[in-house]
Nanobody, 124 residues
Framework: DVQLQASGGGLVQAGGSLRLACVVS????????IGWYRQAPGKEREGISC????????FYKESVKGRFTMSRDNTKNTVYLQMNGLKPEDTAVYYC?????????????????WGHGTLVTVSS
């Protein structure tokens, strides 16, 4: 079975930082697309980052660009999301997702594998 286990969420004050981790088992991240999503209360789920784009870069949603950094360690089959300068509007459940494709899926496409989310709460 493919499992994605996200962790690292918590309560943080505005301006603070958190580092989320997503450990993947049963599926090799190397050579496949991986992304982070979030869903805020009362809102739709939104994709906030994905690697790799066709040019090898990482996609970031505009609202997190410059504050969030996605990385991955293929030896540990783990992907990370470093979140700095957190804002109250970043409050959401964060999910990691993996896909069997080699590049980030098209916007709106559904990833093949999803993990349970981790809650991030940013207080003002």
């Amino acid at each position: 079975d493919v499992q994605l286990q996200a962790s690292g969420g918590g309560l943080v004050q505005a301006g603070g930082s958190l580092r989320l981790a997503c450990v993947v088992s049963g599926f090799a991240l190397d050579g496949h697309a991986i992304g982070w999503y979030r869903q805020a209360p009362g809102k739709e789920r939104e994709g906030i980052s994905c690697f790799p784009n066709s040019d090898g870069s990482t996609f970031y949603k505009e609202s997190v660009k410059g504050r969030f950094t996605m990385s991955r360690d293929n030896t540990k089959n783990t992907v990370y999301l470093q979140m700095n300068g957190l804002k109250p509007e970043d409050t959401a459940v964060y999910y990691c997702a993996a896909d069997r494709t080699t590049l980030c899926p098209a916007p709106g496409a559904i990833y093949d594998y999803w993990g349970h989310g981790t809650l991030v709460t940013v207080s003002s």
